[in-house]
């Protein structure tokens, strides 16, 4: 199941636990945690796994569009450039009742665009590099670049404290379905409590082994908010 909310009702970490009993659910006395929010930086996201972590060397991973996406963005494309074709040649091809095709094109046409913006911006590569260190998307080198900060989505870690790991609850009911799933935020901590956001996609397996790796890469804590066992509670929320 492909699913995609815009502005979704959202129930997560800050429904349940104080900022004291988050600092006692991980069993940590660090007053970083107290300035952290344990609120998600992003609304929504998607019920699949989004990214993939990728090894480039020591010193460099990336995440990038995972098999997943490229289906999921691909099919919302071709879905709106199906119905683009048929409201242009729906009669020629003797579907007499497909609709005004003036708005069958525009239809379509805000499918194919959506998809496309979609895919695009998914296939952009979220890199991390503990040497420089800094994390970036796309492929240009920041030690190349006389003023990095110039890149889209550039920031410095030297000041990386800890992986801040959010679980969220996305309830979404259409067509009288319950399309409601699980979410999971993954973010980087600095020592002010700032969060910078990693990614955030709905595979509970992958994104805990993504936050696993990720952390003993940084070599900095993992502060995970997750409960699985308490799922059914955090779905009645609302």
């Given at each position: 199941m492909f699913s995609f909310h815009l502005k979704p009702n959202i129930c997560n970490v800050d429904d349940f636990l104080e900022e004291s009993s988050i600092s006692e659910y991980l069993k940590t006395d660090d007053h970083v945690v107290t300035l952290t929010s344990w609120r998600p930086l992003s609304n929504g996201g998607q019920d699949f796994k989004s990214h993939k972590m990728v090894r480039i060397d020591d010193d460099h991973v990336e995440f990038r569009i995972s098999f997943q996406s490229v289906m999921a963005y691909l099919s919302i494309l071709v879905v709106g450039v199906v119905v683009m074709i048929i409201s242009i040649f729906?009669?020629?091809?003797?579907?007499?009742?497909?609709?005004?095709?003036?708005?069958?094109?525009?239809?379509?046409?805000?499918?194919?665009?959506?998809?496309?913006?979609?895919?695009?911006?998914?296939?952009?590569?979220?890199a991390i590099n503990r040497v420089y260190p800094a994390i970036y998307k796309g492929k240009v080198d920041p030690a190349n670049v006389i003023n990095p900060q110039t890149i889209e989505y550039f920031h410095y870690l030297d000041k990386l404290h800890a992986l801040q790991l959010l679980q969220k609850y996305v309830?979404?009911?259409?067509?009288?379905?319950?399309?409601?799933?699980?979410?999971?935020?993954?973010?980087?901590?600095?020592?002010?409590?700032?969060?910078?956001?990693?990614?955030?996609?709905?595979?509970?397996?992958?994104?805990?082994?993504?936050?696993?790796?990720?952390?003993?890469?940084?070599?900095v804590p993992l502060w995970s908010v997750i409960w699985p066992e308490q799922q059914s509670l955090m779905s009645k929320m609302f």
């Open positions: 729906g009669k020629m091809m003797g579907m007499s009742g497909s609709g005004n095709p003036i708005v069958m094109f525009l239809i379509g046409l805000l499918f194919a665009g959506l998809g496309f913006y979609l895919f695009r911006k998914a296939k952009q590569i979220i309830k979404s009911d259409s067509d009288g379905k319950d399309n409601s799933y699980f979410s999971y935020e993954l973010n980087l901590v600095l020592h002010d409590g700032a969060r910078i956001k990693v990614l955030d996609h709905g595979n509970i397996n992958a994104m805990t082994k993504q936050a696993s790796d990720l952390s003993d890469f940084l070599n």
